[in-house]
């Protein structure tokens, strides 16, 4: 009784707040509107209306629509900052961790990494960032996102699987260790992926073994995932680590498909400095493409460097993305 009370003021507390937000969203909007230079802060994004009617009219008008999509991306579904390169998870560096080499010499080490990211991951939800991208790709057939995140959120947002290439893998994809062994399997959500692989609790809460201090537990290679079809390798997280090649497949569809005239790309939460997820935009623009940058600071290096004719929307991308596709995909609701 007491839990279903706290439940219920918890819900009224969270709508009251909700609805004095989107007041004072409101509010802002209204001053930003009356103003000639509209102001941006990254909680109160401001999309100018001349520039939000000259993109709508263009998307409208697009039929083919290329999305490259980064870390940004997700910033608003709550993963922890930790993420990939730069960061640190106990005391690795996530780049020593996320190689071939690592995993051969220590492979509990490695899946637990992984483990403990793909239990982080499952945590957030897609925003409305991701159901908007999935919603386009449903109005607009010819349509293609590239997403350099691992996260699994746009899969989640059920975004149609035919128009999403995952540059980078996915932290839910594995595949087997043993190269003369062809198996993989995609989308497997099961956390933990094999039970040795649990995050270790203390009463109840999930202890963040993302910390040194934490220890870690012992987890013999007989416990990791292993192989089903060739039964003797163990299986390996189906991410593109550090010194391997991008999939072979994921980027000759690519290829393919910017071969071709191309309307629209959308750069959202990437600064595209590294390639070739850099080229995409360049060729992009060859293909006759107008540029529309979504981020949170305005692009001044690398591929998604501003250009005459191009849009720069500023914010967080779970905000600003709804917003300017909303004349092709309607209002997006925001998930539960
Ligand atoms: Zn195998």
């Not at 998307?59 to 999305?67: E, H, P, V, W």
Request: one cysteine or more.
């Amino acid at each position: 009784m007491i839990t279903s009370n706290f439940k219920h003021e918890l819900r009224q507390r969270s709508s009251q707040y909700k609805k004095r937000l989107s007041l004072q969203r409101l509010q802002q909007f209204q001053q930003n509107s009356s103003q000639t230079m509209p102001s941006s802060t990254a909680e109160h994004p401001s999309v100018s209306q001349s520039d939000l009617d000259s993109f709508s009219k263009h998307l409208k008008s697009s039929r083919r629509i290329l999305a490259l999509c980064g870390a940004g991306l997700s910033a608003s579904s709550g993963l922890p900052t930790f993420r990939g390169a730069g960061g640190y998870w106990r005391t690795y560096d996530a780049t020593q961790l996320a190689t071939p080499e690592a995993f051969t010499e220590d492979p509990s080490l490695v899946w637990q990494f992984y483990s403990y990211r793909r239990h982080m991951a499952l945590q957030a939800k897609p925003n409305r960032a991701h159901f908007a991208l999935a919603e386009l790709a449903r109005r607009k057939p010819d349509f293609l996102t590239i997403s350099q995140n691992v996260d699994g959120l746009s899969p989640r947002a059920h975004h149609p699987a035919e128009t999403l290439e995952l540059l980078h893998g996915s932290l839910y994809d594995v595949k087997c260790m043993n190269f003369h062994c062809d198996y993989a399997e995609q989308n497997n959500f099961t956390d933990p992926i094999v039970p040795a692989l649990e995050i270790p609790q203390n009463t109840g809460a999930d202890l963040d073994i993302s910390d040194a201090q934490v220890p870690l537990k012992d987890v013999s290679t007989g416990d990791l995932p292993h192989c089903p079809k060739c039964k003797t390798a163990l299986l390996r997280p189906g991410v593109v680590w550090f010194g391997e090649p991008l999939p072979v497949k994921t980027v000759s569809r690519i290829d393919n498909w910017t071969s071709q005239h191309i309307d629209l790309i959308l750069v959202i939460g990437t600064s595209a400095i590294v390639y070739p997820a850099a080229g995409y935009i360049a060729t992009a623009r060859k293909m006759g493409a107008r540029v529309a940058v979504v981020n949170m600071e305005r692009p001044d290096t690398g591929a998604s460097k501003l250009k005459a004719g191009d849009w720069f929307f500023q914010g967080d991308a779970g905000v600003v993305v709804p917003q300017i596709l909303e004349a092709v995909t309607g209002k997006i609701e925001e998930p539960r």
